[in-house]
């Protein structure tokens, strides 16, 4: 082993190959553990194997925390005997292909107090209130918004306005579209008030077949589908999921299909063409606010200019690529008042307008605050991807180890290094990653193994990562809470 791995190649394959065992025995670690005693969520399956002694039931279980794609075949003494009783309620349902009508609006009777709903629970005086808001205009066939301070209910007065639905025979399928930091809750409170079968629609490719196998129909005695009938109640989903997914999705009958995808057309899938309007809105902003240096202000304005013949251009005009941008709001002490900004004039800027793009003023307020840093990081990535990167791009996106591109290392201005392993080969992986990942991910930077920092220094604690992670995850979730 040690003389193959002399070989250049060899080496390189090998330490891919441990680096990559070290990342999946992380993923394993972070993943929630099952156990057989409260882990089971649901079970979707049972076959019965029949041996010369001896006969063994199976079960097909969606373990809690866990996606669908993981779902495993467990013996039935392993599972709890509730989940089993669940799963023969739901299949022993008779499916119902009769469809029933809306009542007429003159069959609206107010409720003057709340049922008795699952586990006990009932609704306070303004959840029946809203119920009953709600109840009202649908039976008089009229679009409303339920809208409330946080924490009153108004998830709970959703679900159970569907379950008076489902009280008047009318059993679906019911969707719930929500943001995808909402969804836990949603479910978790649908099983909490109610008997509705919910199923979350979510996850991978491998994770929706899955959900299509054994949750969405019922099959015959032959295995076929029954058209027209389903064995969920309610399924809960996100926009993104229903533009990606529709193909599954636009076969059951919503009775609101149209309109749902009709008003959420600004939820649609972002063109290269939205995307560059987008951050010219953003950087246009930027330069309305920022006070610095005038190269920068100049370099930023040529790089959003869109070319005459609306092809990409690589710029020439590097100046003030070498002067610090200066930080924060106010400046130094003393110093005169800034002019009120100016806002450049130009006629491409009246497609991306930031005035008109960018309507969250809290969203403005914080880009305002942090105008200086996004010019500067602009900056430093056009030159990191023009000049130091360059056609090795390609190959690192796809995966490439750091050690075999051919990338010009910049000599350091002094001979401090962060640790007394760092060389020249981690100025390399450190350059590639922010390329690769984004400014300040040095989590992700050191867990990637085609990178010389997971073979050095380890993996990097799983709390860390999955923070990292998550405030990504809450970046791009920002406009749906």
């Known amino acids: 082993m040690e003389e193959l791995e002399k070989d250049k190649r060899i080496h390189q394959k090998v330490k891919r190959f441990k680096a990559k065992q ?71 349902r008779t499916p119902n292909t009769k469809r029933v009508d809306r009542p007429p609006a003159a069959d609206w009777k107010k409720l003057e107090g709340s049922r008795e709903y699952r586990n006990g629970n009932a609704l306070r005086e303004y959840q029946l209130e809203g119920l009953n808001w709600l109840t009202f205009n649908w039976y008089n066939s009229r679009n409303c918004i339920l809208a409330d301070e946080m924490g009153l209910g108004k998830t709970i007065q959703s679900i159970t306005f569907l379950y008076e639905i489902y009280m008047k025979s009318i059993e679906g399928p019911f969707l719930v579209i929500a943001p995808l930091s909402t969804i836990p809750n949603w479910e978790r409170e649908f099983r ?69 995808l009709a008003h959420g057309r600004f939820k649609r899938p972002l063109k290269e063409s939205d995307v560059e309007t987008i951050c010219r809105a953003l950087l246009a902003y930027c330069l309305l606010h920022y006070r610095g240096d005038e190269n920068i202000k100049s370099f930023i304005w040529d790089l959003i200019t869109p070319s005459e013949d609306g092809t990409t251009r690589t710029l020439t005009n590097h100046s003030g690529l070498s002067t610090p941008v200066p930080r924060g709001r106010k400046g130094k002490k003393g110093k005169p008042q800034a002019p009120p900004p100016q806002t450049p004039r130009a006629d491409w800027l009246a497609s991306c307008n930031p005035d008109h793009l960018l309507q969250e003023d809290s969203y403005k307020r914080h880009l305002k605050h942090h105008c200086n840093k996004v010019l500067l990081r602009v900056r430093m990535l056009y030159y990191l991807r023009q ?42 992986s450190l350059l590639i990653g922010v390329f690769k990942h984004g400014y300040e991910k040095y989590n992700s930077m050191r867990a990637d193994p085609a990178l010389c920092f997971l073979e050095r220094v380890g993996m990097p604690d799983a709390k860390a990562i999955a923070a990292e992670q998550r405030g990504s995850d809450m970046m791009a979730d920002g406009a749906e809470g």
């Open 22 to 92: 070290q990342l999946n025995t992380f993923i394993t670690e972070v993943r929630p553990k099952r156990c057989t005693t409260n882990q089971t969520f649901r079970c979707m399956e049972v076959t019965t194997h029949k041996g010369q002694t001896l006969t063994v039931t199976l079960y097909l279980v969606k373990w809690c925390s866990l996606p669908y794609e993981d779902s495993t075949w467990e013996l039935k003494a392993d599972i709890d005997q509730s989940k089993i009783d669940e799963f023969e309620r739901i299949g022993a």
């Open 387 to 428: 000049e130091v990167i360059g056609d090795q791009a390609e190959r690192i996106l796809e995966g490439a180890d750091s050690s075999v591109l051919d990338i010009w290392i910049p000599q350091p201005f002094h001979a401090e290094v962060p640790a007394d392993w760092w060389d020249s080969e981690a100025d390399k």
């Open 192 to 260: 909490t008030w109610t008997e509705l079968n919910v199923v979350v629609y979510h996850g991978s490719q491998a994770s929706r077949k899955t959900i299509q196998a054994y949750e969405m129909y019922y099959r015959d005695a032959q295995g076929k589908i029954i058209k027209g009938v389903y064995r969920f109640h309610a399924v809960i989903t996100t926009f993104e999921m229903i533009l990606a997914d529709c193909p599954e999705l636009r076969s059951i009958p919503w009775g609101r299909w149209s309109d749902i």
